[in-house]
């Protein structure tokens, strides 16, 4: 499809803002059917007419809960709940004689992908359509429309409807996002006036931090489709690999200047896995949208802004699996009328457009349903026809637990995972059966396993919409290959289950525990919380014929609160609990530093306090709150900088300063944290923090900048060439000094970090202070412009100052980014523990 811009006339404002309050369904719905007067309409059950106000999701789910009731069309779902307890549900929508072979349907739709599909017949067989609305909470015509579209699947009548339902399984998610949305649901609407007023400046439009987009710990679950580390995203993952829908569509909101956007997005920007034939059928589908908003009188544009290059957003990662995923942008009200380029846009307007949108779509599934279900049935079979030999291995034998998460992922993504036959080395790397998985190449999932385990460099386009790469074995920091034999491959693993581990034994003298284990912080944790003390070792030694590395911690036996078999039982339970070995040693006697040295240092509780509020990004503050509450068991205390001049910060030992905009602390609140690092706590800082410190003398940092000039560049092209310098998210390789307590527990020299910032710092001339630094080459995979690759190598990450008897610690990149960055979480919790030893 050529780029399309309609410039039709339309009536962007169909009543006046008073008339709002007299709406009815007949503004939205398709008037040429009759609708059964058995089945609740929307305001029976809301009492109001969608679009009057802004539904809130226990609305919603009522509301859902009285259609499946009512209607034979319809089936009802629990998927799970969200963080804050919400109902994840789902309605499968259909005929009430596809509903009476339903699991039969399921099981021939999801036969099309597998081997010897090409004997099925797919004359009758139903389309599989997958909607769902408003993963972004505050972008809410989505979910609203979903009230209306739910009602006319259960109440049209006539020959249209009767047959897209029995060519049709609609696969309905009413509300991607709960906890947002109830979020946001509560702002726009205590803030509406019984005269509806457009003014922008009006708080209604104006959310307080962290606003409604988010999930409960501030996620952008839009970038969780591939990761899938959000109970939201396990639900609806479970969905698509049950039933592997042939489209699924993705109901957004943008900027309220705009007007609506439907994909295909711009062209040289999907990922080149993607076949050609997936965005020509985009476009062959999107013309049943511009048909319907030209009969609606709605403008609209496509093949631009947006993009399908990342895998893990729910319009692009059906792309990957023999689907076709569908994102629609509407112009966003942010409440209930806002004026814009377009005149006054109104909720309820733009309610009508989500509507329309998910009707055509339903309309397109009907008409090119054999099309669609060849496109899928083929993918697949062209998919194994070009797999490769060989596998994927990869695991540690030194946490295992790592490789463990990781094969989490895969087996959520229906990938087929092996153990490991025999040990098994590749390229310097050994591999052991009980910390090691092969993951086959030659399997039905083997185009979305490159799409996770490629490192890419080259790219047709150097801008993104979202990071460029992601490399699942790099993010996790376990050892990997991608050319091992398939005969490594042993038993196939239907069901994980965690790597075995080693309880202790009783020891009359101390407990060692290693702290390469990705859960050692959530252990270290429980230890100090319980008043047990505990030392970290400063340096390697070796005790009954095992290694031990840098930042092994020691527990004694003696001058414990706990008796020695209190001692034990309470280290056993905490081992379990973080399926993580502690080792009882019978003496303090070893090869290197002896038990009793002073290489082994105290360590105390940590009260970790994390700065949020305005000027804060949600998404990073978010990250750390999630990781301390979810992975590690920690508490953490979110200190809202608006109050910040009256908090008390001598109750914490370290603050977290996440990544800011603006002025998010002024000069009064640095030198009151200046105040208290000095009395002994300890700073962290993240990313944009990095000019914070240096313009508020908290460090002394050089940084190396470009300024690239613009030659023979146009007007036109003036944002794509800005946007080229921009590191939107790509990996790569840092060289470490693992004998500093940063470091610690990390078993090889390398690591690799995810950058989505252009902020480099120089290094210092003291060697020593540079423990993490950018290799002479270290782009791993990901996009980066020439001007700024130039400028890295050499450069920083991370950064140290001590003040009085405090510590400024500085990670210019973000260490848990999207929870699924495993692999430099631990930098984080280095820098809480062992930040007095730096």
């Not at 081997?115 to 017949?121: A, L, M, Q, W």
């Not at 309820?348 to 008409?367: D, G, V």
């Not at 270290?524 to 070796?542: C, D, H, S």
Request: net charge negative; charged share 25%.
């Amino acid at each position: 499809m050529t780029r399309i811009y309609l410039f039709c006339l339309s009536v962007f404002l169909s009543f006046n803002l008073a008339a709002q309050e007299d709406l009815d369904l007949s503004y939205y719905l398709p008037q040429d059917v009759t609708y059964n007067e058995a089945i609740p309409k929307p305001q029976d059950v809301l009492g109001y007419v969608p679009g009057q106000w802004h539904a809130s999701h226990d609305q919603i789910l009522a509301y859902m809960r009285s259609l499946a009731e009512a209607s034979p069309r319809i089936k009802l779902e629990n998927r799970g709940t969200t963080y804050e307890g919400r109902p994840l549900i789902l309605l499968i929508i259909t005929s009430e004689e596809n509903h009476r072979n339903l699991e039969d349907i399921r099981k021939q739709h999801v036969a099309l992908t597998e081997p010897g599909s090409e004997k099925i017949d797919i004359a009758n067989m139903p389309i599989v359509v997958n909607q769902g609305f408003s993963i972004h909470g505050n972008e809410a015509s989505g979910a609203n429309a979903g009230l209306l579209a739910a009602y006319y699947l259960a109440a049209a009548e006539g020959s249209e409807i009767e047959n897209t339902l029995d060519n049709t399984v609609i696969l309905f998610d009413p509300v991607f996002n709960p906890d947002g949305l109830q979020r946001f649901s509560t702002w726009a609407n205590i803030h509406k006036s019984a005269n509806i007023n457009p003014d922008p400046q009006d708080r209604e439009y104006n959310e307080v931090w962290p606003g409604g987009r988010t999930n409960h710990y501030w996620f952008d679950m839009n970038r969780d489709w591939l990761p899938v580390q959000l109970p939201e995203s396990k639900a609806r993952i479970a969905t698509f690999h049950n039933w592997y829908p042939n489209i699924l569509t993705d109901h957004h909101e943008m900027g309220t200047n705009s007007s609506f956007f439907f994909q295909p997005g711009i062209p040289s920007r999907t990922h080149p896995l993607t076949p050609d034939l997936n965005q020509e059928l985009t476009q062959e589908i999107g013309k049943y949208h511009a048909a319907a908003f030209d009969e609606l009188g709605s403008l609209y544009y496509t093949e631009e802004n947006y993009d399908d290059f990342y895998y893990g957003k729910g319009s692009t990662f059906p792309d990957i699996q023999g689907s076709i995923g569908i994102l629609f942008e509407q112009a966003s009200s942010r409440g209930h009328a806002q004026e814009s380029d377009n005149g006054i846009l109104t909720f309820p307007f733009t309610i009508r457009n989500q509507f329309t949108a998910a009707l055509s779509t339903l309309k397109a599934a009907t008409s090119m349903r054999e099309q669609l279900l060849n496109y899928q049935r083929n993918f697949y079979q062209n998919s194994r026809k070009e797999a490769e030999k060989g596998a994927y291995v990869f695991g540690s034998t030194k946490d295992a637990s790592s490789a463990y998460h990781l094969a989490e992922i895969l087996k959520r993504h229906q990938v087929e995972i092996h153990e490991l036959k025999e040990n098994f080395s590749k390229d310097g790397k050994s591999f052991e059966p009980g910390s090691s998985y092969v993951v086959p190449k030659k399997q039905k999932q083997q185009r979305l396993l490159k799409a996770m385990f490629e490192r890419r460099t080259a790219f047709e386009d150097s801008l993104f919409y979202d990071i460029s790469a992601w490399t699942f074995p790099l993010a996790f920091d376990v050892p990997f290959t991608d050319d091992a034999s398939a005969s490594t491959a042993g038993a196939k693993i239907d069901s994980l289950t965690w790597p075995a581990f080693a309880k202790p034994e009783m020891s009359q003298y101390a407990y060692l525990m290693q702290w390469y284990q990705y859960e050692a912080p959530k252990a270290l944790n429980q230890i100090l919380e319980k008043g047990i003390r505990a030392k970290v070792a400063m340096q390697p030694f070796t005790a009954g014929g095992k290694k031990y590395d840098y930042g092994t911690i020691l527990i004694p036996v003696q001058n414990q609160k706990l008796k020695k078999d209190e001692l034990h039982d309470f280290l056993s339970e905490v081992s379990t609990d973080a399926h993580i070995s502690i080792d009882g040693v019978s003496t303090g006697s070893t090869t290197g530093i002896d038990l009793g040295s002073n290489e082994f240092r105290a360590l105390e509780p940590q009260k970790v306090a994390l700065l949020v509020g305005e000027g804060i990004t949600p998404y990073d503050a978010g990250e750390i709150w999630h990781l301390f509450d979810q992975r590690y068991n920690m508490k953490i205390t979110k200190l809202d900088i608006t109050n910040f001049s009256r908090t008390d910060l001598d109750r914490y030992t370290d603050i977290i300063l996440p990544n800011s905009w603006g002025s998010a602390l002024d000069e009064k609140d640095a030198d009151k944290l200046k105040e208290w690092v000095r009395g002994g706590g300890t700073l962290i800082g993240f990313k944009n923090a990095a000019k914070w410190f240096d313009k508020n003398d908290f460090m002394d940092l050089e940084f190396s900048e470009s300024e690239v000039p613009a030659k023979n560049v146009t007007f036109e092209q003036k944002d794509d060439f800005r946007g080229a310098q921009v590191i939107g998210g790509a990996i790569f390789e840092a060289k470490q000094d693992r004998s500093h307590p940063v470091n610690f527990g990390y078993a090889d020299d390398n690591i690799a970090l995810f950058r989505d910032t252009t902020i480099f710092v120089k290094a210092d001339s003291t060697s020593y202070k540079n423990p993490i630094k950018y290799t002479e080459k270290p782009l791993l995979s990901g996009y980066i412009s020439e001007e700024n690759l130039e400028l890295m190598p050499g450069t920083v990450p991370f950064k140290q100052n001590s003040m009085g008897r405090g510590e400024v610690i500085l990670f210019t990149d973000n260490t848990n980014f999207r929870a699924f960055w495993y692999g430099t979480n631990k930098l984080l919790m280095n820098a809480v523990f062992f930040g007095n030893e730096m």
